[in-house]
C-alpha cells in the first residue's frame, strides 16, 4: 500500500520560511512524478511544484517560482518543499502527491498559515 506522510506545516510570519517534508513508502514502481499541491479555503486544488523520473528538471507553479525549491532524497524516499519569502496568499492545505501511469496518491495535507 502506497503511503505518503507530510510533516513541517505551520504558522510564519509574512517572509518566512518553512521546509515541508513528505515520506513515501509501499510503492515499487520507478516511472512516476512526486510533488506537492495546495488548496486555500474556497479554492481549487493546484500544483504548486513536481519532481518526475521520466524527464528532467522540476516544475514550478509560477506563483512560487524563484521563492520555492523541490528536492528529493532517493535513499529516504523522501521529497521536500522548502518554502522562502511566504506570503500571506501561501497559506493553505499542502498535498503530496504521487503520480504513476495507473494511479495517483494523496498525503493527509498538511496546514501552511501565513501571517501578514
Known amino acids: 500500500e502506497v503511503q505518503l506522510v507530510e510533516s513541517g506545516g505551520g504558522l510564519v510570519q509574512a517572509g518566512g520560511s518553512l521546509r515541508l517534508s513528505c515520506a513515501a513508502s509501499g510503492f515499487t514502481f520507478d516511472d512516476y512524478a512526486i510533488g506537492w499541491f495546495r488548496q486555500a479555503p474556497g479554492k481549487e486544488r493546484e500544483g504548486v511544484s513536481c519532481i518526475s523520473t521520466r524527464y528532467p528538471g522540476t516544475y514550478y507553479a509560477d506563483p512560487v517560482k524563484g521563492r520555492f525549491t523541490i528536492s528529493r532524497d532517493v535513499a529516504k524516499n523522501t521529497v521536500y518543499l522548502q518554502m522562502n519569502s511566504l506570503k500571506p496568499g501561501d497559506t493553505a492545505v499542502y498535498y503530496c502527491?504521487?503520480?504513476?501511469?495507473?494511479?495517483?496518491?494523496w498525503g493527509q495535507g498538511t496546514q501552511v498559515t501565513v501571517s501578514s
Open positions: 502527491n504521487l503520480q504513476s501511469p495507473r494511479a495517483t496518491y
